[in-house]
T-cell receptor, first 111, second 116 residues
């Protein structure tokens, strides 16, 4: 089976940097995705990692270590609009092609 | 970017009613679509994987006779909640993925279903 863990809640202030961690256990790892979900809305795609290392996309970066079963999403220069739930999801070959989601980390950004 | 359209956005209906939700990929062909359910403050739970031209694959614990899935074309999948009851009230979200190893799943806007 699969197991994905991430913190339930985090808080930060505008302009700060925040790192959201995700650990996972899968049988046939085939990629890790980060999504952003605002309350009452569908998730939107942020990043994809399949090889070890850091992927940077503007204010957002995502890191993967396959040997450690670990990823993080780094958000820089936080803005109020970044307040949302951040979902870590894994594609597992043993589970078909669907993404398996963690419970999400609710990030609250204050001024 | 890839767009997935889901309709309707909101449904409020009486217990015992059947409700159909449509999911369309607007600018790409999706050989596989996925249906998720999300309860308040919880994660997305995969219900089933819908493959064009074949039967859907349901996750353990999901009743295939209650949640009917039809993937009639490369751009359309439907989920019908048959004889819905209050416990079926939830946020239902579809997603679609284009061909290719690193392609992400793109999500529709979701359907909020409330059964009275």
């Amino acid at each position: 089976g699969q197991n994905i863990d991430q913190p339930t809640e985090m808080t930060a202030t505008e302009g700060a940097i925040v790192q959201i961690n995700c650990t996972y256990q899968t049988s046939g790892f085939n990629g890790l995705f980060w999504y952003q979900q605002h309350a009452g809305e569908a998730p939107t795609f942020l990043s994809y990692n399949v090889l070890d290392g850091l992927e940077e996309k503007g204010r957002f970066s995502s890191f993967l270590s396959r040997s450690k079963g670990y990823s993080y999403l780094l958000l820089k220069e936080l803005q109020m609009k970044d307040s949302a739930s951040y979902l870590c999801a894994v594609r597992d070959n043993q589970a078909g092609t669907a993404l398996i989601f963690g419970k999400g980390t609710t990030l609250s950004v204050s001024s | 970017g890839a767009v997935v359209s889901q309709h309707p956005s909101w449904v409020i209906c009486k217990s015992g009613t059947s409700v159909k939700i449509e999911c369309r990929s607007l600018d790409f062909q999706a050989t596989t679509m996925f249906w998720y359910r999300q309860f308040p403050k919880q994660s997305l739970m995969l219900m089933a994987t819908s493959n064009e031209g074949s039967k859907a694959t349901y996750e353990q614990g999901v009743e295939k006779d209650k949640f009917l899935i039809n993937h009639a074309s490369l751009t359309l999948s439907t989920l019908t909640v048959t004889s819905a009851h209050p416990e079926d009230s939830s946020f239902y979200i579809c997603s679609a993925r284009a061909r290719g190893g690193g392609q992400p799943q793109h999500f529709g806007d979701g359907t909020r279903l409330s059964i009275l």
